[in-house]
Nanobody, 121 residues
Framework: QVQLVESGGGLVQAGGSLRLSCAAS????????MAWYRQAPGTQRELVAT???????NYASSVKGRFTISRDNAKNTVYLQMNNLKPEDTTVYYC???????????????WGQGTQVTVSS
């Protein structure tokens, strides 16, 4: 019903930047909050940043001041601008969206497939 497709991951040197994108498509009436998480193998998924439909944002302390989350409501897309990347930022990043479906059956939680970010020292 709803697909989240991420892009923008890759390999970058420490101190560099990457911009992740996540586009939602399908039977969408509206999208409430959107977020980016990350998860390293063998660890729990960690919240990186969130943004509400009104544009209010929240960040994990480990990325505050370096990462910026934004969204384009017209395109159902959320972005994560990552600056001053560190080797410890290396992992898979996932986008998440709370979606109200066209049939108004309720709010549902959707995840993207993940995109790898690798920061070399």
């Amino acid at each position: 019903q709803v697909q989240l497709v991420e892009s923008g991951g890759g390999l970058v040197q420490a101190g560099g930047s990457l911009r992740l994108s996540c586009a939602a498509s399908g039977s969408i009436f509206s999208i409430n909050s959107m977020a980016w998480y990350r998860q390293a193998p063998g660890t729990q998924r960690e919240l990186v940043a969130t943004i509400t439909s009104g544009g209010s944002t929240n960040y994990a302390s480990s990325v505050k001041g370096r990462f910026t989350i934004s969204r384009d409501n017209a395109k159902n897309t959320v972005y994560l601008q990552m600056n001053n990347l560190k080797p410890e930022d290396t992992t898979v990043y996932y986008c998440q969206a709370i979606v109200v479906l066209l049939n108004k059956s309720g709010k549902y939680n959707y995840w993207g497939q993940g995109t790898q970010v690798t920061v070399s020292s």
